[in-house]
């Protein structure tokens, strides 16, 4: 099932939603009966990341992720392009890796939703998308030179998510994005964290630092203006209030060369 959003701001989405107003919500769903909100943010569009019950640490000695070749400069598609943005989550060939704290997560590739809210599936306790994180299909691809989304929960009643521990990260820590088809991976270095209240995260000029420029004003993707991949990861933080976290949790995070 698909939860909705709370606390989100009207924008237009590109592609298949082009011409539907779509919440831009500062992301983070709120699942029915859940007790901790996971976060998750949208491309325009709000991204909720699932909470893990039965999360996969894995330790990933520092080499391995050092000596992990490029990913190529022009990443391909991970959907097919006439997929429309209201159709069911899909899983996409990526894994997500976060060394520091010890997360591996497979990845479904997510839309929009009921009431245009960007989807976050959710299910029971055995339910394999708590240990999953979601990138929104309205945002890059990662490893293009522009901005990718992902998002996770933070948590729910059945234990941590797949993002219990983001507000861990440091500036420096490393993010592996592989794709699976070809074994490469794109190696990113995290270059900030920042905490959002949801009035803070409602802001445009926000919304675009945390999807990068186009999807805010219902563009497609657009280049980043350095040249550089990036990307954002996002989850809930703070107090659990009524049906949601008041606060975002933020990773923002470049390619290496």
Known sequence: MVTSLRHFVGRRAWGAASTT???VAVMLLSAPHIALDPGG???VAVVEP?????????????TAVSSMPPAAAVPADLVDPALDLRAGPVAVPIALELPS????????????G?????DAPTGGA???VWGQAFWYRGSAVPGAASTALIAGHIGS??????????????PGDPIVVQDLRTGLGTRFVVTETTEYSLEEAARPEVLDR????????GMHPQPSTDGLSHLTLITCAGTFRGDTHDHRRVVSAVAQP
């Open 21 to 23: 107003t779509i919440v």
């Open 41 to 43: 943010p949208p491309a």
């Open 50 to 62: 699932p909470t893990v019950g039965d999360e996969r640490p894995i330790d990933i000695p520092p």
């Open 101 to 112: 704290i010890g997360v591996h997560a497979d990845v479904l590739g997510v839309g929009l």
């Open 114 to 118: 009921a009431n245009d809210i960007m």
């Open 126 to 128: 055995d339910d394999p």
């Open 157 to 170: 009643r059945y234990g941590p998510g797949i993002f219990a521990r983001l507000d861990e990260m440091v």
């Open 210 to 217: 945390i999807y990068g420029a186009g999807p805010v004003a």
